[in-house]
């Protein structure tokens, strides 16, 4: 099993719709979780942090779930501006603040 | 405030030649360094990271090396490009003081590298 997997979509949807992605990791002892955008040609940005109680930024939730070992992105009224690649991000177990270890990332179409 | 210089930009090299990519940090202190390559179409591959100077942990065996000769400089070199080693290398820190939910990782621009 690898250590961080997405579905690669891409995700097609409409302006205003809610999309969900969903990731999951090998490691049960991994401990730091965020999610990055990545735009085409460009370096990844840091979307949000993922809180083990889950946690909100406007239009973005994020939330862990430790026993099913995944982590998930809400995105609700989505924008054309939000078209891009998702990435999911989890630490090599037992090295926190160290190995980050990349999903390969979920594509998101948003079309008006 | 922090800020991560990668260069160049864009890169065209020929097989068999050598490759030297740097990467620095300003701003903080004792971070810890990653390099990272994106091949097309492909996800972000760790390749190096570092938790302080002249310590080096790579994640694949391949042609590349890496070093970090001072506190908030890390390099990435090749004797012999091949082509393989295109990609997208993106240089990255983060803090190891902080807590790991604060401790996200910060890029640099990108070197975007064709090996022809």
């Known amino acids: 099993r690898k250590e961080v997997e997405q579905d690669p979509g891409p995700f097609n949807v409409p302006e205003g719709a809610t999309v969900a992605f969903n990731c999951t990791y090998s490691?049960?002892?991994?401990?730091?979780f965020f999610w990055y955008r990545q735009d085409c040609r460009k370096e990844p940005k840091l979307l949000m942090s993922?809180?083990?109680s889950g946690n909100e930024d406007g239009r973005f939730t994020a939330q862990l779930n430790r026993a099913s070992q995944y982590i998930s992105l809400l995105i609700r009224d989505s924008k054309l501006s939000d078209s891009a690649t998702y990435l999911c991000?989890?630490?090599?177990?037992?090295?926190?603040?160290?190995?980050?270890?990349f999903g390969k990332g979920t594509t998101l179409s948003v079309s008006s | 405030s922090q800020t991560i210089h990668q260069w160049p930009a864009t890169l065209v090299q020929p097989v068999g030649s050598p490759l030297s990519l740097e990467c620095t940090v300003e701003?903080?202190?004792?971070?810890?360094l990653y390099w990272y390559r994106q091949a097309a179409g492909r996800g972000l591959q760790l390749l190096f990271y570092?938790?302080?100077?002249?310590?080096i942990s790579s994640e694949v065996p391949q042609n590349l090396s890496a070093s970090r000769p001072q506190d908030r400089q890390f390099i990435l070199s090749s004797k012999k490009l091949l082509l393989s080693d295109s990609g997208f290398y993106l240089c990255?820190?983060?803090?190891?003081?902080?807590?790991?939910?604060?401790?996200?990782?910060?890029f640099g621009n990108g070197t975007r590298l064709t090996v022809t």
């Open positions: 701003g903080t202190s004792n971070p810890n």
């Open positions: 490691n049960s002892a991994s401990q730091s």
């Open positions: 990255a820190w983060n803090n190891p003081a902080m807590s790991s939910y604060n401790s996200p990782l910060h």
């Open positions: 991000v989890v630490n090599r177990a037992n090295q926190a603040g160290t190995a980050l270890i």
């Open positions: 993922v809180y083990s």
């Open positions: 570092s938790v302080g100077i002249g310590q």
